[in-house]
């Protein structure tokens, strides 16, 4: 069993940064990890992941390259999203989650997730 909880969120205004971070509860070794994120009245979309592997390998959405990081810290189960140049349409809530086992190609589709935390809100003001 894994237990997520994320922190980090807040109300910035455009232009700023973030960094939303999620602590694992319970081992998150060799399981990917990702970040997805829900706007009212908009369904969730995932933005970033991470594979299990600690390769490196990462995915992002479209609308977030270039702008948002994903990285892990194994050693202390912490998942990170930094999150650059906010934009009022960034607005949501994120939440973190957990696919457990070995995982090579990160997933940005929610269905494949297993273990999902409790989100972290996200206001940007223009």
């Known amino acids: 069993q894994v237990q997520l909880e994320e922190s980090g969120g807040g109300s910035v205004q455009g232009g700023g940064s973030l960094r939303l971070s999620c602590v694992a509860s319970?081992?998150?070794?060799?399981?990917?990890m990702g970040w997805f994120r829900q706007a009212p009245g908009k369904q969730r979309e995932g933005v970033a992941a991470?594979?299990?592997?600690?390769?490196?390998?990462?995915r992002y959405a479209d609308s977030v390259k270039g702008r948002f990081t994903i990285s892990k810290d194994d050693a202390k189960n912490i998942l990170y999203l930094d999150i650059n140049t906010l934009t009022p349409e960034d607005t949501a809530m994120y939440y973190c989650?957990?696919?457990?086992?070995?995982?090579?190609?990160?997933?940005?589709?929610?269905?494949?997730?297993?273990?999902w935390g409790q989100g972290t809100q996200v206001t940007v003001s223009s």
């Open positions: 989650a957990a696919k457990p086992g070995i995982c090579w190609i990160p997933s940005l589709i929610g269905t494949d997730y297993k273990y």
């Open positions: 319970g081992s998150t070794y060799r399981s990917c």
């Open positions: 991470i594979d299990s592997e600690s390769t490196g390998r990462t």
